[in-house]
């Protein structure tokens, strides 16, 4: 499988030391996603789908950022590994955020930071895939910036 994988991200990118962390992360998920329900995803392709998707947001990334609901990884993980900017992932589940901040470890991402209130400032992205309230939220001035 890690062939598969290996194969699959290098399709997304140049760079060695991205590359490299997003196959551990693809191959982390996927063995973790075997006996905990962290995403739907259950093949290298799929995963790849939802990594493909999150990279595509990297244009936008500026140097403070939320990623609301951040699950399995998508798509605030991604964006670190791919960016190494920081970034605040909110999870309401344990065992998923259990999942980020192991992963955040293993892959020295020491700067990911804890849930947090605060605000999103200067060209900060507030990251909200599938979750219902995060227009009101931002409304709510709970992280101020834009969407």
Not at 13 to 35: H, K, P, Q, S
Not at 55 to 81: E, K, N, R
């Amino acid at each position: 499988m890690t062939d598969a994988i290996a194969e699959a991200v290098a399709e997304t990118t140049d760079d060695a030391e991205i590359r490299v962390g997003l196959e551990r992360f693809v191959a982390l998920l996927l063995e973790r996603n075997a006996a905990t329900n962290l995403t739907s995803a259950r093949d290298p392709a799929a995963v790849m789908l939802h990594v493909r998707d999150s990279l595509g947001l990297v244009p936008f990334v500026g140097h403070t950022h939320v990623d609301i609901g951040s699950g399995g990884g998508f798509p605030g993980l991604v964006l670190a590994i791919a960016t190494r900017k920081p970034i605040t992932l909110v999870e309401s589940l344990a065992k998923k955020a259990t999942f980020l901040r192991e992963v955040a470890a293993l892959l020295g991402l020491h700067e990911q930071r804890q849930p947090a209130a605060g605000q999103v400032r200067d060209g900060g992205l507030v990251l909200g895939v599938g979750v219902e309230r995060v227009l009101e939220c931002v409304s709510h001035n709970h992280f101020g910036g834009f969407i």
